[in-house]
């Protein structure tokens, strides 16, 4: 069995997607986390008719009556580990190996771009390698999968910068990982990557 994460936050106005709110106000910015949330549920959604998986949701902030509330009862849902993007990652994936996964994959909800065939060819491309990483236009990386537990890949990585994927590389090169990359793609983390979001909505609707 094989595992699909999703890592997300609560969409509480002021404490989510802070960095849009300029453009799009604390209402607006919590708005859009809730879209963005929904929408990568939904392609997990039809991944999960296409292969057979173990869905999580892995939430920060709200609890899990709310979470349910808002995405519906039917799912498994589990606080984010305290700590460092790092030290919640390693423990998602720790968890997923200690239940007898034979592949772990997490991602979060920034990349529209990430939809249901893509997620497929990284659980098939992960079939053939210990890591698989999909490299985010900033440096860091919109998804990363394991088929076995590698904790060195997520310690004394500089989170939030351009190094996160060179430094991962970097570690998994010397652990002798074999490793995939996927197509590069855009987060919506500013203002000026709404249009990602617009795009990859249109896209989607029509």
């Known amino acids: 069995m094989e595992r699909l994460v999703i890592f997300t936050r ?3 106005p002021g404490k989510t997607k ?14 859009l986390q809730r879209k963005m949330t929904e929408y990568t549920l939904k392609q997990a959604q039809k991944l999960l008719k296409m292969r ?4 999580e949701i892995h939430f920060s902030g709200g609890n899990e ?3 349910q509330s808002w995405l519906g009862s039917e799912w498994v849902y589990v606080p984010q580990a305290t700590g460092d993007l790092g030290e919640r990652i390693q423990s998602a994936f720790k968890q997923g190996f200690l239940e007898g996964m034979e592949g772990v994959m997490i991602i979060g909800i920034d990349c529209p771009d990430l939809n249901c065939d893509r997620l497929s060819e990284a659980f098939e491309t992960l079939q053939n390698n210990d890591l698989v990483l999909g490299e985010a236009e900033d440096g860091g990386y919109y998804l990363v999968g394991l088929s076995r537990y590698l904790p060195q890949l997520f310690q004394d990585i500089n989170w939030g910068t351009s190094q996160v994927l060179p430094q991962t590389l ?9 490793i995939a990359q ?3 793609l855009g987060d919506v983390d500013y203002p000026e990557d709404l249009k990602i979001w617009e795009k990859a909505i249109m896209s989607y609707e029509l």
Do not use: D, N, V
């Open 52 to 55: 057979s998986l173990s869905l």
């Open 170 to 178: 970097k570690i998994a090169e010397s652990l002798g990982c074999a």
């Open 18 to 31: 802070t960095r849009l709110i300029p453009a799009l106000g604390a209402e607006g910015a919590a708005q």
């Open 182 to 184: 996927l197509p590069i």
């Open 10 to 12: 609560y969409p509480e």
């Open 65 to 67: 009556t709310l979470m």
